[in-house]
């Protein structure tokens, strides 16, 4: 299995993500807000991409794998991160332009909390999830 696209995606989406944290946490003007909701509309079509062809593609390949533990993973993984596409689509509907700057605490900490949950699937698919899938049966040669 040829992974190094979704590896590529992920470094893409760990910029976007660490900048969204980071205005998130120092927004302070309307201006601020406005471009937090533009980033937030520009990281939406790859993030949801992303994580549908993961979804609905890469994590069922690897649980119908003739290799029991990666099978055994890739179901642990997906049962802890699945979620992950629809608390996106969830946050990215409630923050408008206006409800960000009244409520800029709460969505500082929205943010931070989906940019840690992300970062956390991306570390551990790129860590051990890739690799085993790699090294399995699965694996291109």
């Known amino acids: 299995m040829d992974t190094q696209e979704f590896r590529r995606e992920h470094a893409v989406l ?14 302070q003007t309307r201006n601020d807000a406005v471009s937090v909701r533009s ?3 520009g990281m939406n079509d790859s993030l949801v991409e992303h994580l549908t062809k993961e979804d609905t593609q890469l994590y069922p390949e690897m649980m119908s794998s003739e290799d029991q533990a990666l099978q055994t993973m890739a179901r642990e993984a997906f049962e802890d991160m699945g979620l992950l ?29 989906l940019v840690k949950a992300l970062a956390t699937r991306i570390a551990m698919e790129n860590d051990v999830l890739y690799p085993a899938a790699e090294s399995s049966t699965l694996a291109v040669p």
């Open 39 to 41: 980033l937030i509309d």
């Open 85 to 113: 596409h629809g608390a996106w689509v969830a946050y990215r509907n409630q923050w408008s332009v206006d409800r960000i700057l009244s409520e800029a605490s709460t969505f500082n900490a929205a943010t931070a909390a």
């Open 14 to 27: 760990l910029r976007s993500a660490t900048r969204l944290a980071g205005l998130a946490a120092t927004l």
